[in-house]
């Protein structure tokens, strides 16, 4: 019973981070479109159908060059556009001039009334409650058609651009923010790929060759690749079909040479060759302090420190407190430390504990906390990690080596990473949310913000000249259906994966 109510809390979660997500994006557009002084007919929290108007904002209409200010309960005539004819009456009221009266004049009257042209014109922002209770929505005035005066399609292309790219920045910072909160909350966990075998899959190539779990990969085809898995796993894919030669070392004995052809369309989740490599998560060394234990092993700020403490279970060392407290609890003792550096797993080093230690050099040196100054770097240099990795994360998707997610995948994802990793876990999955917001909705693709984007562009290529509106939209109905379709289709794989019992993660 307490596993199906948290469940059905994460799911709450879900649909709040997902609110709150899709509000913040429109929220971009909306303010920057009031900063550019394009009309906002609607702000909607949540989706409709509308359940009630609980605020209007005031007005202002332009008239003879003059900027008047049109009162949130003033009832304009619904014929009134740019380029009416209007008689009207204002008073000054805090120093603005207030719109008191305004009428509508025809064009059989236009001559023969003192009239004049309304030049711009806001009525004023709805902000509206509506039946769907997830994110919001932004209603422009002329969204979609060029003809309408001071609207959005009427605008200019600096207009234009800043507006779409408005909510993409917004779930950007948002992600940014967040992802410098986990770092200051959270320990600053990387994860560590060694070039240790953990795994040889039977009738594999390097099964058959002969390798064992244990063995460390020291060279392939002669270029050093021990420690280095990037490297590594680049040149077994590079040799796929070819005889591979690879260096081996076994405990202290490097093997002679192996020689074994790695497959060009192997097994899922079996690799090239059919191993699996060692990978565990290490602390990130912010800074060595000077002339300290850990300065005088080697260590440098920027490092990954990678310290089993628990070899039995292979748990790694949690966090600095915890390495303070295994030192004090150890004096003399030699410990032997891993260290990644620049991707590249270097030969364990070993540190030599002092006898003598005070709550001060119990860290010998290290400082593996980030701190509120380190915070906005370690944000940014997770963003750029998680962006850089979205090429190799599109291609194992369409390899089927990672499962494509839609809104029910998250949902479950939510649910799985709240029961293992708490609040702190949760949180950076909600910042993981929003770069990905930010991210898709910058793709060029017909239907999104970046595809709209498109359209400006090439308006601003052209010197101005605006691409048929109905062919322009006939684009994004086609896009939007394509998107509505792998929705679709990815929700029917979601719900066949909940419903089999099948784990978002490994």
Same mark, same amino acid.
Do not use: C
């Given at each position: 019973?307490?596993?199906?109510?948290?469940?059905?809390?994460?799911?709450?979660?879900?649909?709040?981070?997902?609110?709150?997500?899709?509000?913040?994006?429109?929220?971009?557009?909306?303010?920057?479109?009031?900063?550019?002084?394009?009309?906002?007919?609607?702000?909607?929290?949540?989706?409709?159908?509308?359940?009630?108007?609980?605020?209007?904002?005031?007005?202002?209409?332009?008239?003879?060059?003059?900027?008047?200010?049109?009162?949130?309960?003033?009832?304009?005539?619904?014929?009134?556009?740019?380029?009416s004819?209007?008689?009207?009456?204002?008073?000054?009221?805090?120093?603005?001039?207030?719109?008191?009266?305004?009428?509508?004049i025809?064009?059989?009257?236009?001559?023969?009334?003192?009239?004049?042209?309304?030049?711009?014109?806001?009525?004023?922002?709805?902000?509206?409650?509506?039946?769907?209770?997830?994110?919001?929505?932004?209603?422009?005035?002329?969204?979609?058609?060029?003809?309408?005066?001071?609207?959005? *399609?009427?605008?200019?292309?600096?207009?234009? *651009?800043?507006?779409?790219?408005?909510?993409?920045?917004?779930?950007?910072?948002?992600?940014?923010?967040?992802?410098a909160?986990?770092?200051v909350?959270?320990?600053?966990?990387?994860?560590?790929?060694?070039?240790?075998?953990t795994?040889?899959?039977?009738?594999?190539?390097?099964?058959?060759?002969?390798?064992?779990?244990?063995?460390?990969?020291?060279?392939?085809?002669?270029?050093?690749?021990?420690?280095?898995?990037?490297?590594?796993?680049?040149?077994?894919?590079?040799?796929?079909?070819?005889?591979?030669?690879?260096?081996?070392?076994?405990?202290k004995?490097?093997?002679?040479?192996?020689?074994?052809?790695?497959?060009a369309?192997?097994?899922?989740?079996?690799?090239?060759?059919?191993?699996?490599?060692?990978?565990?998560?290490?602390?990130?060394?912010?800074?060595?302090?000077?002339?300290?234990? *850990?300065?005088?092993?080697?260590?440098r700020?920027?490092?990954?420190?990678?310290?089993?403490?628990?070899?039995i279970?292979?748990?790694?060392?949690?966090?600095?407190n915890e390495?303070a407290?295994?030192?004090?609890?150890?004096?003399?003792?030699?410990?032997?430390?891993?260290?990644?550096?620049?991707?590249?797993?270097?030969?364990?080093?070993?540190?030599?504990?002092?006898?003598?230690?005070?709550?001060?050099?119990?860290t010998?040196?290290?400082?593996?906390?980030?701190?509120?100054?380190?915070?906005?770097?370690?944000?940014?240099?997770?963003?750029?990690?998680?962006?850089?990795?979205?090429?190799?994360?599109?291609?194992?998707?369409f390899?089927?080596?990672?499962?494509?997610?839609?809104?029910i995948?998250?949902?479950?994802?939510?649910?799985?990473i709240?029961?293992?990793?708490?609040?702190?876990?949760?949180?950076e999955?909600?910042?993981?949310?929003?770069?990905?917001?930010?991210?898709?909705?910058l793709?060029?693709?017909?239907?999104?913000?970046?595809?709209?984007?498109?359209?400006?562009?090439?308006?601003?290529?052209?010197?101005?000249?605006?691409?048929?509106?109905?062919?322009?939209?006939?684009?994004?109905?086609?896009?939007?259906?394509?998107?509505?379709g792998?929705?679709?289709?990815?929700?029917?794989f979601?719900?066949?994966?909940?419903?089999?019992?099948?784990?978002?993660?490994?």
């Amino acid at each position: 019973m307490s596993t199906i109510l948290s469940s059905g809390t994460n799911v709450i979660i879900f649909i709040v981070m997902l609110g709150v997500l899709v509000f913040v994006h429109e929220f971009g557009h909306f303010f920057s479109a009031k900063r550019l002084r394009v009309p906002v007919f609607e702000f909607g929290f949540g989706f409709p159908p509308r359940l009630f108007r609980f605020w209007r904002d005031n007005g202002w209409i332009e008239i003879q060059g003059r900027r008047i200010l049109i009162p949130r309960d003033f009832n304009l005539p619904e014929k009134l556009s740019v380029g009416s004819r209007v008689t009207y009456k204002t008073k000054t009221e805090n120093h603005r001039e207030v719109l008191t009266g305004l009428d509508l004049i025809d064009a059989e009257s236009a001559g023969l009334a003192l009239a004049s042209p309304v030049q711009a014109l806001d009525r004023g922002t709805e902000y509206t409650l509506n039946w769907i209770p997830i994110g919001g929505f932004v209603r422009l005035m002329g969204e979609e058609d060029p003809s309408v005066a001071g609207g959005f *399609a009427s605008a200019k292309p600096i207009v234009r *651009a800043p507006i779409l790219l408005a909510g993409v920045t917004l779930n950007l910072v948002l992600a940014f923010l967040v992802f410098a909160a986990t770092a200051v909350w959270a320990p600053p966990y990387l994860p560590v790929q060694t070039t240790q075998i953990t795994l040889v899959e039977q009738s594999s190539p390097a099964a058959q060759a002969g390798l064992r779990a244990g063995d460390i990969v020291a060279t392939v085809n002669g270029q050093d690749v021990k420690g280095d898995y990037p490297r590594l796993s680049q040149l077994l894919r590079a040799s796929a079909g070819k005889p591979t030669t690879l260096t081996v070392i076994r405990g202290k004995t490097t093997l002679a040479p192996i020689t074994l052809t790695p497959r060009a369309n192997p097994p899922k989740d079996q690799g090239p060759v059919g191993i699996a490599l060692d990978a565990t998560y290490g602390l990130r060394v912010w800074s060595v302090e000077p002339g300290s234990v *850990a300065d005088r092993a080697g260590v440098r700020g920027d490092d990954v420190l990678l310290f089993i403490v628990d070899p039995i279970k292979r748990r790694p060392l949690k966090d600095q407190n915890e390495l303070a407290a295994f030192v004090q609890a150890h004096p003399g003792w030699k410990i032997e430390w891993t260290i990644a550096r620049g991707g590249k797993t270097l030969d364990p080093i070993i540190v030599q504990i002092p006898q003598a230690l005070d709550a001060q050099t119990a860290t010998l040196g290290v400082r593996l906390q980030t701190s509120i100054l380190d915070a906005p770097r370690a944000s940014a240099e997770e963003i750029w990690r998680i962006v850089s990795s979205i090429p190799t994360m599109f291609s194992q998707m369409f390899q089927g080596s990672a499962p494509a997610v839609g809104v029910i995948g998250m949902a479950q994802a939510t649910n799985e990473i709240a029961q293992r990793g708490g609040a702190v876990a949760l949180l950076e999955f909600f910042g993981l949310l929003s770069l990905n917001l930010a991210v898709v909705n910058l793709l060029p693709f017909p239907g999104l913000d970046g595809g709209r984007l498109v359209f400006v562009l090439l308006e601003w290529a052209r010197g101005g000249k605006k691409v048929d509106p109905q062919k322009e939209g006939l684009v994004h109905l086609l896009g939007f259906a394509v998107l509505l379709g792998l929705m679709v289709i990815i929700s029917f794989f979601d719900v066949q994966r909940l419903v089999s019992g099948q784990s978002i993660f490994p």
